[in-house]
């Protein structure tokens, strides 16, 4: 009995940190569990777990959550194009720090040690001031002009 109110109290406490229950989560999305169980089974989602294996949803479990039912749901996708356009974001991501991480190195190996002759080329640059455009207007035409 005693071990079972240990267990009790570590999951409340862990609920007060961000973790959602199958059940909670379940009525904040108007879904049943056993569909959450079915993305978990297609690896849609994957839920931490606590020492009792009662599945724990994060704020970050939330958002990958609202991704695939706003697929599902708004833009009719099934199961398989959700697992496509999710690995697609998780590969883009990672593209994206790629080319950081280039960039990064390019801004480091091409500025390292030249730092004050770029900076007096940026100052010898003579700075050109945007002038405001002049409106033209259109001369009324005379109504006697041969013209017309």
Do not use: C, W
């Not at 379940?26 to 993305?39: C, D, G, V």
């Amino acid at each position: 009995m005693p071990r079972r109110k240990e267990s009790r109290n570590d999951e409340s406490q862990k609920s007060q940190k961000g973790y959602y229950h199958i059940s909670a989560v379940a009525r904040m999305y108007n879904i049943h569990p056993q569909t959450l169980r079915l993305y978990e089974r297609e690896g849609l989602i994957q839920p931490s777990r606590s020492e009792g294996n009662t599945r724990l949803y994060t704020k970050d479990d939330l958002e990958r959550l609202e991704l695939i039912l706003n697929l599902i749901r708004d833009l009719g996708v099934n199961l398989a194009g959700v697992e496509v356009v999710l690995n697609m974001r998780e590969k883009m991501r990672e593209m994206e720090n790629q080319v950081n991480e280039l960039l990064n190195y390019v801004r480091d190996e091409f500025f390292h040690g030249r730092e004050e002759e770029f900076e007096t080329r940026r100052r010898g640059l003579i700075p050109v001031t945007m002038i405001k455009p002049i409106p033209v207007r259109k001369e009324e035409v005379d109504k006697n002009s041969p013209g017309k």
